[in-house]
Nanobody, 124 residues
Framework: QVQLAESGGGLVQAGGSLRLSCAASGRTFSSYTMGWFRQASGKEREFVAGISWSGGRTYYADSVKGRFTISRDNAKNTVYLQMNSLKPEDTAVYYC?????????????????WGQGTQVTVSS
């Protein structure tokens, strides 16, 4: 069983930055492939970014490329999502998730464990 806890969400003005954190339980965190998803009100949950177990490979949705950066610190059992140049359309609940796959996919069904989410609100 893996438990995930997101933090770092909040209210920010357009153009601002936030860094989300996701702390994971489990002694094998360094072997987890991780992903960040988001779900805006009234919309489906969508892939935002993913990172391989080593951190050597990262993947991004087109909508966040060049603005968001995913990273991880295996010594701290934590994965991060640095979000810069935020836009009102980035407003959503952000979730981190774990997949047993070696590559972080973009589909929800590929992920096995989920956190409770953290709200990000970007004002115009």
């Amino acid at each position: 069983q893996v438990q995930l806890a997101e933090s770092g969400g909040g209210l920010v003005q357009a153009g601002g930055s936030l860094r989300l954190s996701c702390a994971a339980s489990g002694r094998t965190f360094s072997s987890y492939t991780m992903g960040w998803f988001r779900q805006a009100s009234g919309k489906e949950r969508e892939f935002v970014a993913g990172i391989s177990w080593s951190g050597g490979r990262t993947y991004y949705a087109d909508s966040v490329k060049g603005r968001f950066t995913i990273s991880r610190d295996n010594a701290k059992n934590t994965v991060y999502l640095q979000m810069n140049s935020l836009k009102p359309e980035d407003t959503a609940v952000y979730y981190c998730a774990v997949t047993r796959r070696s590559v972080p996919g973009m589909r929800i069904l590929e992920y096995d464990y989920w956190g409770q989410g953290t709200q990000v609100t970007v004002s115009s």
